[in-house]
T-cell receptor
Framework: DAGVIQSPRHEVTEMGQEVTLRCKPI?????LFWYRQTMMRGLELLIY????????DSGMPEDRFSAKMPNASFSTLKIQPSEPRDSAVYFC???????????????FGDGTRLSIL | SQQGEEDPQALSIQEGENATMNCSYK?????LQWYRQNSGRGLVHLIL?????REKHSGRLRVTLDTSKKSSSLLITASRAADTASYFC????????????FGKGTMLLVSP
């Protein structure tokens, strides 16, 4: 089975530019998560969706960040305008929900390494 | 603040030795999960232990959970160079669906 697919794997852009990160979750998973990983702060949850609906976006650092999930097989995380402090690795993960009757693991993509110059 | 904190931050051992990593957390949990992250890759789920369980095994992995001490340990027996990675614990808080809170991880280096 295909895992979680993220694109691009690497993105280097200049400050002020718009950045769009993409994620395709595992088919059949009804939860999708966006995380940011840095050395200083570790892995932080930015936002998560259930059945394509955003449930909690309290981890989104600023209004410059937005996320959408237009359908069950695609999500985007957008940063506009980007700043150097946004440089990090961004991960998407998906999981099944409690409908399975037990806590479920999360399945991660390989991330997008974002560098803002 | 981070719910889970791993100890040690870094661990260096020789192939064939056992590696033990610890995780402490602050509040009551429903389940605790361990993940591995190889350099440049995403996290991979290793094992999940529920709050009413004390020990679980999976291959060379052994996880224990002590809810009275709010701590868990991950033991990797007979380590291999391929086990070199960062290891994270993550806690799920409630009976209903909850997100996971990850610690900052333990970096394990296994030398041939």
């Amino acid at each position: 089975d295909a895992g979680v697919i993220q694109s691009p794997r690497h993105e280097v852009t200049e400050m002020g530019q718009e950045v769009t990160l993409r994620c395709k979750p595992i088919s059949g998973h009804d939860y999708l998560f966006w995380y940011r990983q840095t050395m200083m702060r570790g892995l932080e949850l930015l936002i998560y969706f259930n059945n394509n609906v955003p449930i909690d976006d309290s981890g989104m650092p600023e209004d410059r960040f937005s996320a959408k999930m237009p359908n069950a097989s695609f999500s985007t995380l957008k940063i506009q305008p980007s700043e150097p402090r946004d440089s990090a690795v961004y991960f998407c993960a998906s999981s099944l929900g409690l409908g399975q009757g037990a806590p479920q693991p999360q399945h991660f993509g390989d991330g997008t390494r974002l560098s803002i110059l | 603040s981070q719910q889970g904190e791993e100890d040690p931050q870094a661990l260096s051992i020789q192939e064939g030795e056992n590696a033990t990593m610890n995780c402490s957390y602050k509040t009551s949990i429903n389940n605790l999960q361990w993940y591995r992250q190889n350099s440049g890759r995403g996290l991979v789920h290793l094992i999940l232990i529920r709050s009413n369980e004390r020990e679980k095994h999976s291959g060379r992995l052994r996880v224990t959970l002590d809810t009275s001490k709010k701590s868990s340990s991950l033991l990797i027996t007979a380590s291999r160079a391929a086990d070199t990675a960062s290891y994270f614990c993550a806690t799920g808080l409630s009976m209903g669906y909850s997100t996971l809170t990850f610690g900052k991880g333990t970096m394990l280096l296994v030398s041939p």
